[in-house]
Nanobody, 120 residues
Framework: QVQLVESGGGSVQAGESLTLSCTAS?????MAWFRQAPGKGREFVAA?????????YYGESVKGRFSVSGANARNALGLQMNSLKPEDAAVYYC???????????????WGQGIQVTVSS
């Protein structure tokens, strides 16, 4: 069982930046960030695939604004969010997997979620 702890959420103005962090209790193969806004489905934000050499993946809506960075120990993932927009407001969830699967695939472990609020 892998436990995930998220930190770094909060409230910012549009155009500002925010960094989220997620720490896993053990090494994993993939980690990702998803988000869910009120009344909407879960959306893929970004991921890192350590089995794939640390390759990173991004959702279309955040490309060029968000970036992920993973720890060499394969147990932590940061999400740097720049040029935030009101539509980025959501609960952000960290996810991790020890299974062989695509970076946007299923994840075994989930964090509790952390709120990000962006005011216009």
């Amino acid at each position: 069982q892998v436990q995930l702890v998220e930190s770094g959420g909060g409230s910012v103005q549009a155009g500002e930046s925010l960094t989220l962090s997620c720490t896993a209790s053990g090494s994993v193969l993939r980690m990702a960030w998803f988000r869910q806004a009120p009344g909407k489905g879960r959306e893929f934000v970004a991921a890192i695939d350590w089995l794939g050499g640390g390759k990173t993946y991004y959702g279309e809506s955040v490309k060029g604004r968000f970036s992920v960075s993973g720890a060499n120990a394969r147990n932590a993932l940061g999400l740097q969010m720049n040029s935030l927009k009101p539509e980025d407001a959501a609960v952000y969830y960290c996810a991790a997997s020890i299974q062989l699967a695509p970076a946007r695939g299923e994840y075994d472990y989930w964090g509790q979620g952390i709120q990000v609020t962006v005011s216009s």
